[in-house]
């Protein structure tokens, strides 16, 4: 046996039929990550993996793998593992997210291995925060095909987790998240990532995947006891492969966030920290924002000399409202453009305007009120004319894009988003991605890209009643926790649960106000929507705070909660702190922390925007209150039912 310690790395090597490990450890010793080759078990032979943390199994021994077509699995009857330690720290900045400065370090290995299959590469990390690892296929390999990837994920023990089910690879992650004991999920049931689980007694655990490029979506399935295993999203022109190319060449990152409170996953920038550095040589173009929007009202408008709709009167209605509020942007949404484009094209050529919509009448007013415009295009639109229409968009003056309707993320859709955000790069236009999977760290390579959808929001309480309180919470601890989410909040027709019914024009919203005002520190975006109309805004004191709170934030805390009761949530913007807090159906009353943010000695002033205690039968009353804080203040916040609570700290003069 030949031993070395190298920087919290222990590599072990002996002879091929005996056991082969290589053990990482996270910089503060917490979380330890072993990848070994086990001699006995149900996984003798196979390059498999487990996880610590705290002293305690995280992770159980689960499998490593790819199956390439034509070979017999890579990782299956390894024979050879060798590992060098490597270490470093992720530091850069970004434009807008959960943080704007990231110092993160971590300690790794990368692992060459011989197995059935040939050779593979495999790099992993152990961050203070969660584990990651990636599969590079070595240029021996040649062109290659992925028909499966063989990673397991197998909880050490049995807990609740928090799955997004969907119906298949070509469906969209808008949907309701569930709490399910692991073991009591589906082996035909297909989970979306996050997947967020709880080892009780142990920590809390978030798989998701950092920079998807060149390879297909993750997804997993349970196929027996605690495990869950990796399926790809299959290609389209070849449905029995999900990813195809030429070696050498490398997998996403399989991201593992951990913490001890669930609340604290909600702080991690693992997934930008794993995805490579800006590849915009000039940012200055890229402004993060808010925005008005004139399609979730519908056709909506009260004391107005026009008829609402989807037209140029109406437009300029909502681009006033932007330049009275100070929002930088006018979003216009589907309807807007031509006539058809022909196949393939969703129906709209998006290169011209409709009667209804004189979008050049429309710029020139939005340029005088000094308020930027994006256009909304169906994909397929983008994915036929982008060539002819970004360069169209840049001379108009148009800001940026929102794309709608992927609701795929296989290999070749996933190069659609890069070639979306490559070229609108070119010529300075931000994206909003709706209708998309979940973000996987191209707001960090990709700055442009300012929010993806991939998540049932505000809209879907025109037609239904499922984006509740609950679900909200619910949101913080699994979507949420892999980038920027476009839930379009700002509900300001606030009526009680029990009183919502769905409705198309001016819709309501059953959750209380200050629940509203709340998601807009809880939910991150760079690309924020006062999705109401303008009126619901005008008359209310609450407009103050939304045209005060950021988009694009210095650092985030989570303060409390759990998934199914609350959540609490800090983020700064220079020396200014936002805490949002908001609870589900059930009225609670909870203590905020500000010793988690505020440091000792210092004195600040607070800025209270609380549930009025009349809020569950009238939910659009708030108390608006200001007091002097320290950190050893206990300051407590009384939510109602669907209830939230805002607060904004500044150092006192």
């Not at 943080?99 to 050779?119: D, N, Q, V, Y």
């Not at 009526?495 to 198309?504: D, G, K």
């Not at 949002?580 to 607070?606: F, H, V």
Request: with cysteine.
């Amino acid at each position: 046996m030949r031993a070395a310690i190298v920087c919290g790395f222990l590599l072990t090597s002996l002879a091929a039929a005996a056991a082969q490990s290589a053990k990482v450890s996270s910089p503060d010793e917490q979380i330890q990550l072993v990848v070994e080759v086990p001699p006995s078990g149900p996984n003798a032979g196979w390059l498999s993996y487990e996880i610590s943390y705290r002293g305690k199994p995280l992770i159980a021994s689960s499998r490593l793998g790819l199956k390439l077509q034509g070979r017999p699995a890579l990782g299956e009857k390894t024979t050879v593992l060798e590992a060098t330690p490597i270490s470093g720290t992720d530091s850069y900045r970004l434009l807008h997210g959960r943080a704007s400065r990231i110092e993160h370090p971590w300690r790794g290995a990368s692992i060459r291995t011989e197995s059935a299959g040939g050779p593979l590469e495999i790099e992993v990390r152990a961050y203070n925060d969660g584990a990651a690892l990636r599969y590079r296929l070595p240029a021996a390999l040649n062109s290659f095909a992925v028909e499966r990837e063989l990673t397991q994920f197998q909880a050490a023990r049995e807990g609740t987790s928090y799955p997004l089910i969907l119906a298949g690879f070509r469906t969209s992650y808008e949907d309701n998240y569930v709490a399910l004991p692991l073991s009591a999920i589906k082996p035909d049931y297909l989970v979306a990532l996050p997947f967020t689980f709880e080892v009780p007694g142990v920590g809390w655990v978030s798989i998701t995947e950092a920079h998807l490029e060149d390879w297909a979506g993750l997804y997993l399935v349970r196929p027996r006891g605690r495990t869950m295993e990796a399926r790809l999203a299959p290609r389209l022109d070849q449905p029995q492969v999900a990813v195809v190319g030429k070696a050498p060449a490398q997998s996403p990152w399989r991201v593992l966030m951990i913490a001890a409170e669930a609340c604290r996953l909600i702080e991690s920038n693992l997934v930008t920290s794993l995805s490579p550095e800006s590849r915009l040589a000039d940012t200055s173009w890229i402004k993060p924002g808010k925005t008005s929007w004139s399609w979730w009202s519908g056709h909506f408008a009260r004391d107005v000399a026009f008829q609402p709709g989807m037209n140029t009167e109406t437009l300029k209605h909502y681009i006033d409202f932007s330049a009275e509020a100070g929002l930088p942007y006018c979003l216009i949404d589907a309807g807007w453009s031509g006539g058809p484009v022909g196949q393939g094209g969703g129906g709209r050529d998006i290169t011209t305007w409709n009667e209804r919509v004189n979008i050049p009448e429309l710029l020139a007013y939005a340029r005088s009120k000094k308020v930027g415009l994006w256009l909304w295009c169906h994909w397929s639109a983008v994915d036929a004319q982008m060539e002819k229409a970004f360069p169209l968009y840049e001379k108009w003056g148009v800001v940026g894009v929102k794309v709608d309707f992927m609701d795929r993320d296989d290999q070749q859709m996933v190069d659609f988003y890069h070639r979306v955000a490559r070229k609108a790069a070119e010529h300075k236009l931000m994206v909003d991605f709706h209708g998309a999977f979940k973000p996987c760290g191209m707001m960090r390579y990709y700055p442009n890209v300012l929010t993806h959808e991939g998540v049932l929001g505000l809209e879907y309480l025109k037609w239904s009643n499922r984006a509740t309180a609950d679900h909200n919470v619910m949101i913080a601890f699994t979507r949420l926790l892999a980038g920027p989410l476009d839930y379009t909040p700002g509900g300001f027709e606030n009526v009680p649960p029990a009183e919502f019914t769905p409705r198309n024009v001016n819709p309501t919203v059953p959750t209380t106000r200050a629940h509203q005002m709340a998601l807009y520190v809880i939910f991150e975006s760079g690309f924020q929507m006062l999705a109401d109309y303008p009126g619901a805004y005008r008359a209310s004191k609450e407009l103050e705070f939304l045209k005060q709170v950021p988009v694009a934030w210095d650092e985030t805390r989570g303060l409390g909660g759990r998934p199914g009761a609350y959540v609490s949530v800090a983020r700064r913007q220079g020396d200014a702190w936002y805490i949002g807090t908001i609870t589900g159906a059930e009225a609670r009353e909870i203590e905020i922390p500000l010793g988690r943010i505020l440091p000792a000695g210092r004195t600040y002033t607070a800025e209270i925007w609380a549930d009025a205690p009349d809020a569950a039968v009238q939910p659009k009353n708030t108390v608006r209150t200001t007091q002097r804080v320290t950190a050893d203040t206990r300051l407590r916040a009384r939510l109602a039912p669907a209830g939230g609570h805002v607060i904004v700290l500044r150092p006192h003069q």
